[in-house]
Each structure stands twice: as C-alpha cells, then as structure tokens.
C-alpha cells in the first residue's frame, strides 16, 4: 500500500512539471526545477523501487577504455623486497606505452619504468626492481596508450607467485592455491622428484664393465709376449748340439732397438754368447759372459745400432763345454 502511494505521488510530481512547461510555452513564463526538487525525486524513485537504471557515467580509471585492445600476457603477483617484478602486456603493434606503479608515497620512479614503443606484434614488457624500505601491501600498476588507463595490482610480500592470466582470473588463481595448501598434495606426493631412481642409480653408467676391464687392450699379450717371433720353431731347423736348449730370442728387431735371447743349460755354468754382424762380433753392451742361475738359466739383452745393415745375423752360444748356433733378424 505504501509503495502504491509512494508510486502515485512520483507520478504527479512528473506529471506536473510537464504540465506547468506547457502552460510556460504558452504564457511566456520560465519554469526550472530546483535542486531540492531533483534529491527529492530521486530518492522517491530509489524509495519506491523504481532506480533500476545503473549510472553509466564512466570511470577515469576504468579500464573499458582500452580493454579490448590489451591484455596481460604475465604478471608478477606477489614479489618481496628487494627482487624483480615483471608485467608483460599484448596491445596494439608499434604503439606508445606508460606505465606508472603507484605506491603510498606516490609514483615509482624505479628504472625499467619508462614508457615503451610496442613491437610489431604488440607485446611490450617492463621489469623493475622493489625497493628494501617499500611497505608491504597491494599496490596498483596503470597502463596508459595515450587514449585511455588500463589498471591491474600486485602485491609486495613474501610469498612469491607468478601469474599470466588477466586481472580477471587472479581470485580463481588464488582460490586454487590456498586448497593446494591445505590439502598440501604438492608437497606430499612429490614422488618424482624424491625418487629419481633413474638418475640416481645409472646402472648402466657406473658398471661400464666391457670398458673398464678391456682385457682384450691391457693383456696384449701377442705384442708384449711376441710369441709369434719366439715360437721355438727355430729349435726344430737349428743345428743343436750338446745340452744348450732356445728357450726365447727376439727373431725380428728394428734398428737401435733391444732384442733378447735366453737359453737352458747346465746350472750355475758360465756362457758367452756372439752376434755375428757383416763387421765381425759386436761389442754392444749386454752382451758379456754370464753364469746359468740354479735351474740352468741365462738370458741377454742388447741393443742394436742404428747403422746396423738390414739382414739375418748369426748367434752363437757356448759354456760347459758345449755350445749352440741360432740366427735373428734386424729389418
């Protein structure tokens, strides 16, 4: 019943002044409303539940300006002091833009601040450093073309929290983040990471057998035993006499290299050996009488010359009233 009268009175109040401006017209006289008139009309119609209409009269700082030409691509959320906090924004291509980050003490006027010129693709991006003695608390940043303001936050603390979705999802964001933390699944089904069983036993790295053993490499015993050269074939075609037995020579020997010859007689005797060059027996160093030890041993080691001619020499051994003839090759 109240709404009806209330309705009923707004009605003649409207009424009535469009009446009284047609009688004006006629009469020549000037009507105005006063601004009592226009409160008390207005809260009439909020009282009475007619004030549907929403004031569109727009914001300085609203962002419908530009919105639909920029977005931001990433934003740091939440940074501390002391670190970086970056925004990164797509408008139009090769365009000018400013950005001011507004703090309690005014405007920053941090380095990386300046206004940018976009790139072909409308991407500008600016960086800026926090300073030790800034407030915590949520500051907002302004983005201007010239022709309108874009605003978003951010938030100096201590949790930091990148972000690359628009102002408009950061509640959804956080929303998220704060179940994540009381559920605290992240932290606690981190298997992966805790259990880098592949890299941290890499079996197949550290028992790199065929590599480490290489018998095949370190035994090499037909170059160091040079069993090919000191078959004892020699012994069946040389002419043997009395109890001097080959036991291994050096059959082939390059220049100012060593060759060797030991042999098996009687115990504890002593044995001269000769190298018979083109030039008569050599004198090379090694090649001295010696005694068998106790099982009849005896073996000599010398070098041969580097003008030494390429040929087959002979080798003659004798000791204990016995001796032997054998021959090697320098080539």
């Known amino acids: 019943m109240k709404n009806r009268v209330l309705t009923l009175i707004l009605s003649i109040i409207i009424i009535l002044p469009m009446f009284l401006s047609s009688c004006a017209?006629?009469?020549?006289?000037?009507?105005?409303?006063s601004t009592a008139d226009k409160s008390f009309l207005k809260e009439l119609k909020y009282k009475s539940g007619l004030d549907d209409e929403e004031d569109t009269t727009p914001n300085a700082e609203d962002n419908s300006n530009i919105e639909?030409?920029?977005?931001?691509?990433?934003?740091?959320?939440?940074?501390?002091?002391?670190?970086?906090?970056?925004?990164?924004?797509?408008?139009?291509?090769?365009?000018?833009?400013?950005?001011?980050?507004?703090?309690?003490?005014g405007p920053s006027k941090a380095d990386g601040l300046e206004s940018k010129y976009s790139d072909?693709?409308?991407?500008?991006?600016?960086?800026?450093?926090?300073?030790?003695?800034?407030a915590y608390g949520t500051y907002d940043i302004k983005i201007s073309d010239g022709s309108g303001t874009y605003k978003t936050k951010f938030t100096v603390g201590t949790h930091k929290s990148d972000i690359k979705p628009p102002e408009t999802v950061i509640d959804t964001d956080l929303e998220t983040t704060a179940v994540s933390k009381d559920t605290k699944v992240p932290e606690t089904t981190e298997l992966p990471e805790t259990t880098e069983a592949p890299q941290t036993t890499e079996a197949p790295q550290t028992t790199a057998a065929p590599q480490t053993t290489e018998a095949p490499q370190t035994t090499e015993a037909p170059q160091t035993t040079e069993a090919p050269q000191t078959t004892k074939k020699p012994e069946t075609s040389e002419k043997v006499e009395y109890d001097i037995t080959i036991v291994e020579k050096t059959e082939v020997v390059g220049r100012n290299e060593k060759a060797s010859i030991t042999i098996k007689g009687k115990p504890n005797t002593e044995y001269s050996i000769q190298v018979i060059y083109?030039?008569?027996?050599?004198?090379?160093?090694?090649?001295?009488?010696?005694?068998?030890?106790?099982?009849?041993?005896?073996?000599?080691?010398?070098?041969?010359?580097?003008?030494?001619?390429?040929?087959?020499?002979?080798?003659r051994i004798t000791g204990g009233g016995e001796s032997c003839q054998t021959t090697f090759t320098v080539g």
């Open 25 to 33: 017209d006629e009469t020549g006289i000037s009507i105005e409303s």
């Open 68 to 105: 639909s030409d920029l977005s931001i691509i990433s934003l740091t959320e939440t940074v501390d002091k002391g670190e970086t906090a970056r925004i990164k924004i797509k408008g139009k291509p090769n365009t000018n833009y400013s950005i001011s980050v507004i703090y309690n003490s």
């Open 120 to 134: 072909d693709e409308g991407f500008v991006t600016w960086s800026w450093k926090i300073g030790g003695r800034t």
């Open 278 to 315: 083109n030039s008569g027996p050599s004198k090379a160093k090694g090649l001295e009488d010696t005694y068998s030890n106790g099982d009849g041993f005896v073996t000599w080691t010398w070098k041969v010359g580097g003008k030494t001619a390429l040929g087959t020499y002979n080798i």
